[in-house]
Every structure is written in C-alpha cells, then in structure tokens.
C-alpha cells in the first residue's frame, strides 16, 4: 500500500477530468496547431484557443495576453531574462527576495553575470517582506520587480497588490511567480498591477511539461527578448510546435479551479488546521514557520525539537509521503536556504518537514497522518534521550 500523499506543493495528480480532456488530442486530434489548412490542424487549433481563453480568465486577463511554456521554469526565465535583454537600454537593475524559488534566484544569478543589478529583499522572521524595502530598493536603472505571490516551502502570501502599486507608480515592470498560489488565491491581473505572471499545469492537478506566461499587452505593453527561436509562435515570444494535449489539460485544470476554488480552499484549510492542532496537542517542542494566517490554505511548515530530520523521513517514508525543510546529503545536512532567511535555528531547521494538503485529501488521512507523525517523534526522542545518557555514561567513565 502507498504512503498517504500529503506532498502536494511539489506536483499534484492529475485530475481524471483533465485526462479525460486531453485523451483526444493524442489520437483522434493530433494535428498540428500551427497546420491549419485542414481539419486535423484546425481541431487542434480550437483547442489550444478554448485553453488560452480558460487560463485567460482564470486570472482576469485577456485571451491573447497567454504564451504557453514547458512550465513555470521557463515562464520564469522568459519573464526575467525577456525583460531583461529587451529593456538594457533603459536600465539593469532587477529588484527580488530571497526566498523566491530557484527558479527565480539562478536567473537572477545567471543575469548578475552578464552585468545587471540585482536586489535581494530580505525578509522577516515570518517569511514576510516589507512593500517599503522594495520601493527603497528602486532606482532610475530598475526594470523589474520579480516576487512570488506564495512561497513553495513556508507557504506565506506576500502583498502582491501592495508591491505592484508601487511598480506601476515607478514604471518597473512586475513579474509574480504564482505557481503556488493560482489553485487556491483569486488572481486578478488588473487589480493585482502584475505585468507578468507565471503558472505551470502540474501545480493545478494538470500535466507535467506544461505552464504559462502572462504577458500584459497594453497599459504599459511589455515586450520580451525570446528565449528560444525558430518560427515565431505564440506571437513571437516562444518558438516550438505546441504541446497541444498538454496544454488543453492546463485549460481543463484551470476551468476546474475557477468552479471549486472557494469552496475548496476552506475544505483543504480546515484539514490543514485539523492536523496541526492534532500535532499540537500530541507535541510539544514544536516551531510552525511562516505567517500563520497570510498563507497558503493547504500548507503547514513544522519543525521539531531534539529529533534528527533525516531519520524522521525514513520513520515517516513508508507511511506518509511529505517533503523535508532541507535538503540533505549523505555526509552534511544542510537546511533550507529559506528557513535560513527566517533565522529558524540549525537544530530546527534540519528537523523540519512540509504538507502539502490537496484536493484529494480525506480528513481521515489526516487524522492517520497526525498518529504517523506523533509516533515518529516520539520514537526518536526516546531513542536520542537514550543514546545522550549513553555518551554521558561513557564521558563520565573515561574522565576516571
């Protein structure tokens, strides 16, 4: 039997409505989207259009302002690296956070050494930025503003229509990664300010190897260098035939989101909350980071107190499928560059794991889930209380 899924930050299954949507369009729809002096072509072409036209309005934006991707990678890079090449002349300065994804931080990095500027925001101990540490980081040579809208691992919500205000009064364009947040947050382009917006399928119970690329045309109208080049599709900005089925299953993915949202953010919250007083009252020694209300509904960060991570993740493995707070080597662990920014200690932050609560989620899972948890812990502490008597002893014995 698998191990609960509570991972849903990293990838999400693919909905069967979404599948069922797609199933066509590998066999009987299999044209080309470009192809349209026949039938097979035009088929696929309506429904790449019927899929542009769901993204569009999942975020309140127009049809024609879609460019579809890979995924949210390289609608990433295709944002900050376009804005970038295109706007030199104007200036090279790019203004982040250092939580971003890395996604965000290695392009960013990879610009610094063609000659641009870059400013990393810090931010509080809750995951938090402060709007004003953008506007003070802004000079004549800002191009862009490039800040998530909900963060991968602390699942914090930065002010989105704060930060985009002041870019629109400064005339700096605004990039937001909102691959977390665009299955549970209502996103409107318009009352956000964002110029460029990046989202990817499999986030959003879609298929992998697909996303998207917002690109305002008008009011300011950004324009972008491409990254890839060889038949100037999806109006010039990203060559290569089209992953049609993919990108009907992101169109399905966002219909699907636009229908259920509400109501399912207060149903996955709920869960979420469900487990963490269920941790609370079965633990102590335990340190929830990130904003605990300006956050995703279906996240919960957790460190414990006094366990080893590593060895929490093999107790865990083979009953719950849930990520760790840091990423570690066979020889040196080493905690997340983002509990790092929120000063979470060496000891916590190595002990760490996230939840990612989803559509398909039961609350008994749930309560199962917080018994696993609990459990393990336990176990662990007991063991580490052993073997610190243990080496006491053993001290105590050699300074005879």
């Not at 610009?111 to 709007?131: A, R």
């Not at 318009?190 to 990046?198: F, H, I, N, P, Y």
């Not at 035939?241 to 399905?252: A, D, F, Q, R, S």
């Not at 609370?280 to 279906?298: I, K, S, V, Y």
């Amino acid at each position: 039997m698998k191990p609960i899924y509570l991972d849903h930050h990293a990838t999400t299954p693919v909905d069967a409505a979404v599948f069922d949507a797609m199933a066509p369009y590998f066999s009987e729809k299999f044209g080309n989207a470009s192809s349209r002096s026949h039938v097979y072509g035009s088929e696929a072409e309506a429904g790449v259009d019927e899929a542009r036209a769901s993204v569009a309005g999942l975020i309140g934006a127009a049809p024609q302002d879609i460019i579809f991707t890979s995924g949210a990678t390289e609608s990433i890079n295709l944002a900050i690296q376009g804005v970038a090449a295109f706007y030199r002349n104007r200036g090279n300065h790019i203004i982040t956070v250092q939580t971003e994804h890395r996604a965000v931080l290695d392009c960013c990095k990879s610009l610094e050494q063609k000659g641009c500027n870059v400013t990393y925001i810090p931010v509080d101990k809750d995951g938090m930025i402060d709007v004003n540490d953008v506007e003070s980081a802004m000079t004549g040579k800002t191009i862009l503003v490039t800040i998530m809208y909900a963060n991968h691992e602390i699942g914090v919500i930065h002010d989105i229509k704060a930060i985009g205000k002041i870019a629109r009064s400064r005339n700096v364009f605004f990039h937001c990664d909102a691959s977390q947040a665009i299955g549970s947050e209502e996103i409107d382009v318009e009352k956000l300010g964002v110029d460029l917006l990046s989202l990817s399928a499999h986030k959003i119970y879609g298929p992998k190897g697909v996303g998207a690329l917002y690109v305002r045309r008008k009011n300011p109208r950004v324009r972008l260098a491409p990254l890839l080049h060889g038949g100037g599709h999806e109006r010039g900005h990203r060559s290569g035939t089209l992953n049609v089925p993919g990108i009907v299953g992101l169109g399905k993915a966002c219909d699907i989101i636009k229908n259920s949202r509400a109501k399912e953010q207060k149903r996955v919250a709920r869960l979420r909350d469900m487990l963490k007083t269920a941790l609370e009252n079965g633990l102590d020694g335990l340190a929830f980071n990130g904003h605990q209300t300006q956050r995703l509904a279906g996240n919960l960060n957790v460190s414990f107190s006094g366990i080893d991570g590593r060895a929490l993740l093999t107790q865990l493995g083979d009953h719950l499928a849930v990520s760790a707070g840091a990423s570690c080597s066979s020889a040196i662990p080493e905690p997340s560059y983002i509990l790092k920014a929120i000063s979470v200690p060496y000891e916590l932050a190595q002990a760490t794991i996230r939840v990612g609560v989803g559509r398909y989620t039961t609350e008994d899972e749930i309560r199962i889930a917080g018994e696993y948890i609990i459990k393990a812990v336990h176990k662990l502490r007991k063991a580490g209380a052993k073997t610190k008597a243990r080496l006491a002893c053993s001290g105590g014995n050699h300074g005879q």
